[in-house]
Every structure is written in C-alpha cells, then in structure tokens.
C-alpha cells in the first residue's frame, strides 16, 4: 500500500470513528435523560440517589456483553463506573434540589 492509499483508507476509518462517536454522544444524551427522570422519582420516593446493588449487577451484565462482543471487560467497568458516577452526582444534585 502506497502513502496516497494509506491516506485514503485513514480518511474512511476516521469518518467511521466519528460516525460512531456521534452516535455515542446521542445515546448517552438519551440515557441521560432517562436517569434524570429516575433521580426525579427517587427524590419524591425519598429514595437514596444511589443502588449499589442495581450497580453491582449492571458491572457483571455489561461485563459479560463486553466479553461477547470482544471489548475489553474492565473498559466495560471503567465506562460504567464512569457513568455511574455521573448519574449519582445528577441524582445527589436534584435530591438536593428537592430539600431547599
């Protein structure tokens, strides 16, 4: 493969990376929307804003999906964790929100 094919084949791999980027950016928008709405309901439930066991089990799920579509489990982990962390400072922050 010459530098011209190279550089061609970058460009189309690159338009599929961002493709798929942009969909991540508007999957985790609606998700986010969603958890919104469950931190809304825990707050009027009095509910506290995190589950570790709902967590606990949402680990051992996306790790087995991880497995079966061939990702790395623990970068499964690290995302979910990440998300997690993120939804429980939401939910913390409209809990908050409903007490004042």
Known sequence: MDREEALRALSELRGSIDNMD???VHLLA?????TQRVGRLKAAAGLPPA???REAAQIRR???LAIDAELD???AEK???FIVAE???HHEQIAKE???
Do not use: C, T, W
């Open 22 to 24: 942009s969909a991540l």
């Open 98 to 100: 409903r007490r004042d």
């Open 51 to 53: 589950d570790p066991e």
């Open 30 to 34: 609606e998700r986010f929307k969603v």
């Open 62 to 64: 996306l790790r087995a």
């Open 87 to 89: 939804v429980v400072r």
């Open 79 to 81: 995302f979910q964790n």
């Open 73 to 75: 489990p623990e970068l």
